[in-house]
T-cell receptor, first 110, second 112 residues
Framework: EDQVTQSPEALRLQEGESSSLNCSYT??????LFWYRQDPGKGPEFLFT???AGEEKEKERLKATLTKKESFLHITAPKPEDSATYLC???????????FGTGTLLAVQP | NAGVTQTPKFQVLKTGQSMTLQCAQD?????MSWYRQDPGMGLRLIHY???????DQGEVPNGYNVSRSTTEDFPLRLLSAAPSQTSVYFC???????????FGPGTRLTVL
C-alpha cells in the first residue's frame, strides 16, 4: 500500500538550533515529492518539488533532499517565523494520486 | 492574480442539508482537486479534475459530487450533510497532476 510517514509529529527548537524533518515513503514509481508549509487556519503553501534521488532544493533557511526511500527537510538556524506545520506529499504509486503525510508541527522559540 | 479562492470561509449545516462549496482559480490550471483535512489524518483527496468536463473520484468521494464546466471553477456539492463531514475543505489547482499544487484558504464546515 502506498504510504507517506512523517517524523517527528512535533518538534520544538530554540532559535538558531538546526534540525531535520523526515518524510519516508513506500510508493513505487515515484513521480514527485512535494514539501508544503501550513500556518494555522490557512491553506498549505508550496515550498519544494523533488523528482529524483540525489536531488536537492534550497530556499532561505530550508533545504530539501531526496533518497529512494525518504526525504529530509533541513532547517538551518531557524527563526520563530519558521514555526508552522510542514507537510510532505508524494505523487506516484498504484493510484497515481498525491498522498499526504500527517505533517510535522514545528515550534521555534526565541 | 487572486490564485485559488474559496467561499464560504465558514459554514454550519444541519444534518441532511445540502450545500455547495465554491472554488475558482485564475491561473489557467487544468488540474483541480478537493481535499478534506481532519486532525491526525492528513489531507485526503475527495475528487479531482484534469480538465473541463472531466472529473474522477479520489480517496474519500462518498457523499460529495463535483462538476467542471469551465477551466476556472470546480464546485464541491454536499448532497445530504452528515456529522462525519465536519472538516476543513481545501481546493487546489496545478498545471498537471505531477506538478506543485496551489491551495485555497479553506472552508471550515461544521455539521450538527
Amino acid at each position: 500500500e502506498d504510504q507517506v510517514t512523517q517524523s517527528p509529529e512535533a518538534l520544538r527548537l530554540q532559535e538558531g538550533e538546526s534540525s531535520s524533518l523526515n518524510c519516508s515513503y513506500t510508493v513505487s514509481g515515484l513521480r514527485g515529492l512535494f514539501w508544503y508549509r501550513q500556518d494555522p487556519g490557512k491553506g498549505p503553501e508550496f515550498l519544494f518539488t523533488l523528482y529524483s534521488a540525489g536531488e536537492e532544493k534550497e530556499k532561505e533557511r530550508l533545504k530539501a533532499t531526496l533518497t529512494k526511500k525518504e526525504s529530509f527537510l533541513h532547517i538551518t538556524a531557524p527563526k520563530p517565523e519558521d514555526s508552522a506545520t510542514y507537510l510532505c506529499a508524494v505523487y506516484g504509486g498504484a493510484t497515481n494520486k498525491l498522498i499526504f503525510g500527517t505533517g510535522t508541527l514545528l515550534a521555534v522559540q526565541p | 492574480n487572486a490564485g485559488v479562492t474559496q467561499t464560504p470561509k465558514f459554514q454550519v449545516l444541519k444534518t441532511g442539508q445540502s450545500m455547495t462549496l465554491q472554488c475558482a482559480q485564475d491561473m489557467n490550471h487544468e488540474y483541480m482537486s478537493w481535499y478534506r483535512q481532519d486532525p491526525g489524518m492528513g489531507l485526503r483527496l475527495i475528487h479531482y479534475s484534469v480538465g473541463a468536463g472531466i472529473t474522477d473520484q479520489g480517496e474519500v468521494p462518498n457523499g460529495y459530487n463535483v462538476s467542471r464546466s469551465t477551466t476556472e471553477d470546480f464546485p464541491l456539492r454536499l448532497l445530504s450533510a452528515a456529522p462525519s463531514q465536519t472538516s476543513v475543505y481545501f481546493c487546489a489547482s496545478s498545471f498537471s497532476n505531477n506538478r506543485e499544487q496551489f491551495f485555497g484558504p479553506g472552508t471550515r464546515l461544521t455539521v450538527l
